[in-house]
Structures are given as C-alpha cells and as structure tokens.
C-alpha cells in the first residue's frame, strides 16, 4: 500500500480517508478550509495523484472538496495594481506552471480505479478535473464555469481544451469557453456533464454507496474497467495537452493579467491603466462583469 505524504508535501491541502474496502477519499482543502489554488497547491495535488495512481491496493477513489467549493477560489488581487498588470513572469516560471498543470491532468489520468467526483460547490478552475472522472455527482448548488482563462485574456489550454469538447461537444464546448458561461448543476447534467444532482447533504453518502458498489468486483477487474473507459481522455491528453498548454503559456507572454485576480476583463486589454481598477473613477460596481454571449 502507498503510503501517502511522508514528506509532508501536500498536507495541507489534501485529506486522505480509506476504507477497509479499499474506498480512497481524496479531499481538496486549505488548512481544513475551503480550498485555494495557488503554485504550491497547484504541485500539490498533482504530486498527491501521483501517490494515488501509485497505490495499487485501491478499489474506487472518491474526489471532492472542502466547504462551499469545489475549486474556485484562486489569485487575490493586488490592492496597489495598475489593472490590468501586463507582465511578463518569465519563461522558466511559465514552463514549470505549465508542467506542473500537465502532470496533474496525466496524474488523473493514471488512477488505475474507478474514480467518482463529487464536486460539493462551485467549480470555476480546473473544471476538467471532474469531467476525467467515471462518474460525475454534484451538488444541487454547485456549478462550473471556465474562469482563468478566456475571459480574463488567457487562451483556454491547460486540458479544458481537450475534456470539455469530448464530454460535451465541439459546439458547446467553445461557447462555454469564449463565452464564459456558468453552468448550474442541473444545466451541466442536461450537457451530459454531470450524472447525478444531489442535495448537499446527500452528495457524500451517494458517492460512498457508488464506490462500495463498485468495490464489491475484484481489483483486477476494476483496474481494467477503468483503463477501458479512460482510454479516448488519454489518447486526447498524448495528442493535445502539450500543445494547448505551450500555447496558452506562449500568449501569456504578451499578456497576463496576473495581479487581477479573478475579475474577468470588462474592457480592452491594451487600455493602460485600466480604468476599471478598484478606486477609480470607472471602476464596476462590486460582483458585476461583462455581458458574455448566452
């Protein structure tokens, strides 16, 4: 059996929880809070899957979060920001970014058993990360939505690219993308994105009574269930991850709007500085955004 984190790498981030059947909870959290992507989570839970796709004595692995969500919390903002930043970070931060983004994708990927999402909120960053999985449960509040990348200037490459057209289609799919759109629970199971929509309480249980199901087959079959079903993602990941993630570092580049936050932009990108910036004469009214296409 894998034996998780002995460095303490990824404590802080992410909670284990296995059951005698084998059953392996993998929880994202920030300090037993809700979970906050930065770069060190971020090589978190890549080297966390890693460990898991290592353990070959697991039957089913459960995939969730902490708290209101799932994974959506991400890049404060800079109070003392011209807005947008366009800065450059550097091809050798970029390149490690994008690595570490690849390897949690292809990480994922190598879980040898079935794995079931249960996405418990909001999920706004990695949206894909669920979609990899089996089979997919959400809350009745959750919803998904691409926000790190087109609409704040950055090119949609790091997976989405690849999972959400083959869960839901070419067309769809990049109209969610450029336009970004917000799906609620119920909107992404219509999609073919979401299995099963629970309320929030029941979302747990349901995920647990799915994996002791499955776990009643033995391992060899589960293993091989699951490299099966899994085989048109990783074909996807080996033809195009690479690219799309080189690409969307490449245009980061010219421009990254990297002391933002999470605000989307709500005018040109080449308006310096942003007269949309907090304090400012112009400056949006506080949780508005642009009108994207619907």
């Not at 290592?54 to 903002?77: E, H, K, N, Q």
């Not at 690595?99 to 994922?108: E, F, I």
């Not at 950055?154 to 690849?162: A, Q």
């Not at 067309?171 to 992404?188: D, P």
């Amino acid at each position: 059996m894998t034996r998780y984190d002995q460095d303490g790498r990824y404590r802080r981030w992410v909670r284990f929880e296995r059951s005698d059947e084998g059953i392996l909870l993998v929880q994202l959290h920030d300090a037993g809070s809700e979970f906050t992507l930065t770069h060190r989570s971020h090589g978190a839970i890549a080297d966390a899957f890693a460990d898991v796709a290592r353990d070959r004595d697991l039957s089913v692995v459960i995939f969730t979060g902490t708290g209101p969500s799932f994974m959506d919390r991400w890049g404060g903002a800079d109070p003392d920001r011209e807005f947008p930043e366009r800065s450059d970070p550097g091809a050798e931060l970029l390149d490690e970014t994008g690595w570490v983004g690849a390897q949690l994708h292809r990480n994922l990927l190598d879980v040898q058993v079935p794995v079931i999402a249960a996405v418990n909120g909001a999920c706004t960053t990695h949206s894909e990360l669920p979609l990899m999985c089996d089979i997919v449960l959400a809350a009745e509040h959750a919803y998904f939505e691409d926000g790190p990348h087109f609409p704040r200037g950055v090119v949609p490459g790091d997976g989405v690219h690849t999972v959400w057209p083959m869960v839901v289609g070419h067309n769809r799919a990049r109209h969610f993308l450029l336009g970004g759109q917000r799906l609620s629970a119920r909107e992404a199971q219509q999609w073919g994105a979401v299995n099963e929509v629970l309320p929030g309480d029941e979302l747990l249980p349901r995920a647990w009574e799915i994996a002791r199901y499955l776990a009643m087959r033995p391992r060899l079959t589960l293993r091989s269930t699951r490299s099966v079903l899994i085989q048109p993602f990783r074909r996807a990941a080996t033809a195009d991850l690479a690219s799309g993630v080189y690409q969307e570092l490449y245009a980061m580049r010219g421009f990254l709007s990297w002391r933002g936050g999470q605000q989307p932009l709500d005018r040109r990108w080449d308006d310096h500085p942003w007269p949309g910036a907090p304090g400012s004469d112009h400056a949006p009214a506080v949780g508005s955004q642009p009108t994207a296409p619907e």
